[in-house]
Antibody, heavy 126, light 107 residues
Framework: EVQLVESGGGLVQPGRSLRLSCTAS????????MSWVRQAPGKGLEWVGF??????????EYAASVKGRFTISRDDSKSIAYLQMNSLKTEDTAVYYCTRGEDSSVGSPPNWFDPWGQGTLVTVSS | DIQMTQSPSSLSASVGDRVTITCRAS??????LNWYQQKPGKAPKLLIY???SLQSGVPSRFSGSGSGTDFTLTISSLQPEDFATYYCQQSYSTSVSFGQGTKVEIK
């Protein structure tokens, strides 16, 4: 069974850092792109960023709202994707979902996102 | 960036009704359009990919159509378990974007 499990969420003060992990199982992790999507309380889905598989360059793309503050990385040997979040703001408060993406072509985003993890809540507050 | 606009934002329908949700892109995205279902407190689930392909395991009452800028998600006969919020998402641009969501309530 394909499974994604996020961890690392919690309460953090504005300006501080937090690292989320997404542990995958049930598929060949290195063959897929991995993406992070967040959802603020009572709001819709907001794409955060993704990292392509190494076969497609292993490069990253980010939403404008997090570019320069967030970094996505991957450890294919451990089947884990990471989201390093620096300089956190109160507006970063959300449930953060990890999701698998199918790479389409070099330079393009994943075709679609499936499956999704259960999410981990990040609360940025003083 | 490509903006995705869904309509309506919410709707109320009866079991057995045919329900249609539309999604419009601010520029042409060919068929790079996906639909997700999210139930309260749960993660989103992929329903339709590439505008009209049904994801494995998804009931056949769900269907998608469209290309270019205008897309539709149709539920042919609404069931009680279809109470959820539905999101469209474009995968044409590297700056991925979602619609704002359509909440479907059961009358």
């Amino acid at each position: 069974e394909v499974q994604l499990v996020e961890s690392g969420g919690g309460l953090v003060q504005p300006g501080r850092s937090l690292r989320l992990s997404c542990t995958a199982s049930g598929f060949t992790f290195g063959d897929y792109a991995m993406s992070w999507v967040r959802q603020a309380p009572g709001k819709g889905l907001e794409w955060v960023g993704f990292i392509r598989s190494k076969a497609y360059g292993g490069t990253t793309e980010y939403a404008a709202s997090v570019k320069g503050r967030f970094t996505i990385s991957r450890d294919d040997s451990k089947s884990i994707a990471y989201l390093q979040m620096n300089s956190l703001k109160t507006e970063d408060t959300a449930v953060y979902y990890c999701t698998r993406g199918e790479d389409s072509s070099v330079g393009s985003p994943p075709n679609w996102f499936d499956p999704w993890g259960q999410g981990t809540l990040v609360t940025v507050s003083s | 960036d490509i903006q995705m606009t869904q309509s309506p934002s919410s709707l109320s329908a009866s079991v057995g009704d045919r329900v249609t949700i539309t999604c419009r892109a601010s520029q042409s995205i060919s068929s790079y359009l996906n639909w997700y279902q999210q139930k309260p407190g749960k993660a989103p689930k992929l329903l339709i990919y590439a505008a009209s392909s049904l994801q494995s395991g998804v009931p056949s009452r769900f269907s998608g159509s469209g290309s270019g800028t205008d897309f539709t998600l149709t539920i042919s006969s609404l069931q009680p378990e279809d109470f959820a919020t539905y999101y469209c998402q474009q995968s044409y641009s590297t700056s991925v974007s979602f619609g704002q969501g359509t909440k479907v309530e059961i009358k």
